[in-house]
C-alpha cells in the first residue's frame, strides 16, 4: 500500500494528526486494522467496477 494511500485513508479516519506529529509507530494497532480494511475495502470495489 502507498503512504499516499495510507495517509489519505488516515485522514479519513480521524488518524493523521498522530501520524503527523508521532509517527505510524504511535498509531493503534486497532487503528492500522481499520486502516488495512478499508485499504482492502476500496480494493474491493474497484475490482467490482472493472468485472
Known sequence: ???RL??????ELG???IVKTRGWGDVSSRDC????AK????AERSIS???
Open 49 to 51: 467496477r472493472t468485472n
Open 1 to 3: 500500500m502507498s503512504d
Open 33 to 36: 486494522g481499520n486502516i488495512v
Open 15 to 17: 488518524v493523521y494528526d
Open 6 to 11: 495510507k495517509e489519505e485513508i488516515a485522514k
Open 39 to 42: 485499504a482492502i475495502e476500496m
